[in-house]
């Protein structure tokens, strides 16, 4: 019988994971408080309501066979007592180390990764004595909610501290500045049997939001090093089904930066650019069919488009180029730092992209 996907989250996170899901044969239905969202367009079904709306959630999980989550920030506690009652195969532990920086790093160490040193604050006394702690530079951020660098200050010195303690009264954590080489993500899925790795991604943020993943990350042994600590962390942790995990490579040290048990968006490249995805490789978890390991199909770059680029990714998508895979997700409100889309350019080295594509970009 054909089996249906629960996404909690109507983004272009579900729309994928909806269309990978129709590729398997399953069904999708999709909850989110925004009438347009982009995932409805492509799923069977979809209920409109807020992410704390627990009947709305319940009737979700009711209209579903499995169901998964494309949003981070369900409130915990309605999670917690569904899961007991429906299949929500992730579960929410993988939701809940990641929704506070302080557990996830805490957790992070506690389960075979390095971090950079960092401290808790939750006034004003106790944010000048954890700056003090960490030294300058460093950076001030809210513990949770925030998201693209929202929500963060870099300290270089007392100048900086007013705009800091403003993030107040939010329960804040000082970190170690770290002067990286370059940001790296790792997408892990796990099932009983196995984990496998995505080709590990070096990522180019933008006014903290990605702009570029770079595949494969660096030459020699580092990306198998990332992978390898991944799979690791991930069997540790005992977690089940995707999480992505952003690091720090510096030297031949690799930082924990944070994590979320979801598609990630530096994943995107992997539709076209691997022989499987990361959407497909999680339904492939939720419906219980066997893990596939990923290949690189060949060196790849994905852009990503912001409203301010919207324009020019249309046109590219006119010229049909060979290798370049253009994916507008179809949002009503069009922003110019929002994300609408992404480009995935296969059989793409960052020299040729540097040297043929940014100025096409306004961003
Ligand atoms: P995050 O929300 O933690 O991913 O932070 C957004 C971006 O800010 C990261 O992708 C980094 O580029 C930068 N950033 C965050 N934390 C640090 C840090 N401790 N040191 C240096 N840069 C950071």
């Not at 066997?290 to 409203?307: D, F, H, Q, W, Y």
């Amino acid at each position: 019988m054909q089996r249906t996907i629960g996404i909690i989250g109507g983004g272009q996170l579900g729309l994928m994971i909806a269309e990978q899901a129709h590729l398997l044969g399953a069904r999708c239905v999709a909850l989110d408080p925004s009438a347009d969202a982009p995932a409805f367009r492509v799923c069977d079904d979809h209920i409109v309501a807020a992410f704390d709306d627990a009947a709305a959630l319940e009737e979700l999980c009711r209209r579903s066979d499995v169901v998964t989550y494309e949003f981070e920030n369900v409130p915990g506690e309605l999670l917690v007592d569904l899961e007991r009652r429906y299949n929500i195969k992730q579960g929410f532990r993988p939701l809940f180390d990641s929704q506070d920086r302080l557990r996830e790093k805490d957790n992070a160490r506690a389960n075979g990764l390095r971090t950079v040193e960092y401290a808790a604050a939750d006034d004003e006394a106790s944010l000048d004595a954890a700056v003090a702690k960490i030294g300058c530079p460093c950076v001030v951020k809210t513990r949770t909610l925030g998201y693209d660098g929202h929500g963060q200050v870099v300290v270089r010195g007392e100048a900086d501290m007013e705009r800091a303690r403003a993030l107040l009264p939010a329960p804040l954590i000082v970190e170690q500045f770290m002067p990286f080489d370059y940001e790296a993500s790792a997408i892990v899925v796990a099932d009983d049997e196995r984990e496998i790795c995505f080709p590990v991604g070096r990522n180019i943020h933008k006014d903290g939001i990605l702009d570029l993943c770079i595949v494969p990350c660096a030459d020699g042994g580092m990306a198998e090093r990332i992978a390898d600590e991944s799979r690791a962390f991930m069997r540790r942790c005992g977690y089940r089904g995707i999480l992505a995990i952003e690091y720090f490579v510096r030297g031949d040290e690799i930082y924990f930066n944070e994590m979320a048990p979801r598609p990630h968006n530096s994943g995107h490249y992997t539709i076209e650019g691997c022989t499987t995805n990361q959407f497909r490789e999680l339904c492939r978890f939720l419906l219980g069919m066997p893990l596939e390991e990923p290949r690189l199909v060949a060196p790849t770059v994905m852009k990503n488009i912001l409203g301010c680029d919207l324009g020019a990714a249309e046109r590219i998508a006119e010229q049909r180029l060979p290798g370049v895979y253009v994916h507008i997700y179809g949002k009503s409100v069009c922003r110019p730092l929002r994300k609408m889309g992404h480009i995935t350019f296969v059989g793409m080295t960052p020299e040729r992209y540097s040297a043929e594509w940014p100025d096409k970009f306004a961003r």
